[in-house]
């Protein structure tokens, strides 16, 4: 099984800041990537997938990068609307696996 | 737009069976171009896979809980369904269905359901 690997744990932004978070996989994924945001009391939404490509109706604030066995997401300029819980996801191999989460909240 | 529901009891007792279905609405599960698949997440911790169904009806169980689970799809009502045996108090989550679509790479998850919690306790 893939281990998935986020960090940090907690990410403190202030609005209108850049977040990078980081997501590890414990063996190479290739680009077979995606993103997740998660509200409290929603399910989470797909924001990229194939580790860079945005999904559809997700904000150009958002980008990812990254192959093999690291990856970014960035988020450009921090609205309230992202403070929230974003999961990483590998599915290069079964069963795919999810990354702990990297909450981001308000600094 | 497609939307997923998951329905089924909210309280199982501890060595039964949990089972829920999930309704597929905007879309057809007899689409070849997409996975049908069952997610967990126990309160304040991450996402686990459970497990998916083809349209052929082929299956892929995650290894850590294969010999307990069972899923399935329902044609003629456009839902698929999850049978997860012998339960624990280690199987109380949040449990949602899910859509995966293929993209360039594979497939991943690009609809979710709402989720519902399921507690094991007697």
């Known amino acids: 099984e893939i281990l998935m690997t986020q960090s940090p744990a907690t990410l403190s932004v202030s609005p209108g800041e850049r977040a990078t978070l980081s997501c590890r996989a414990s063996?190479?994924?290739?680009?077979?990537l995606a993103w997740y945001q998660q509200k409290p009391g929603q399910a989470p939404r797909l924001l990229i997938y194939d580790a860079s490509t945005r999904a559809t109706g997700i904000s150009a604030r958002f980008s990812g990068s990254g192959s093999g066995t690291e990856f970014t997401l960035t988020i450009s300029s921090l609205q309230s609307e992202d403070f929230a819980l974003y999961y990483c996801q590998q599915y290069n191999d079964w069963p795919k696996t999810f990354g702990q989460g990297t909450k981001v909240e308000v600094k | 737009q497609v939307q997923l529901q998951e329905s089924g009891p909210g309280l199982v007792k501890p060595s039964q069976t949990l089972s829920l279905t999930c309704t597929v609405s905007g879309g057809s599960v007899r689409s070849g171009s997409y996975y049908w698949g069952w997610i967990r997440q126990p309160a304040g911790k991450g996402l686990e896979w459970i497990g998916r169904v083809y349209t052929s009806g082929t299956t892929n169980y995650n290894p850590a809980l294969k010999s307990r689970v069972t899923i399935s799809l329902d044609t003629s009502r456009n839902q698929f369904s999850l049978r997860l045996n012998s339960v624990t108090a280690a199987d109380t989550a949040v449990y949602y269905c899910a859509r995966e679509n293929a993209f360039r790479s594979g497939y991943c998850i690009d609809y979710w359901g709402q989720g519902t919690l399921v507690t094991v306790s007697s």
């Open positions: 063996q190479s994924v290739t680009s077979d």
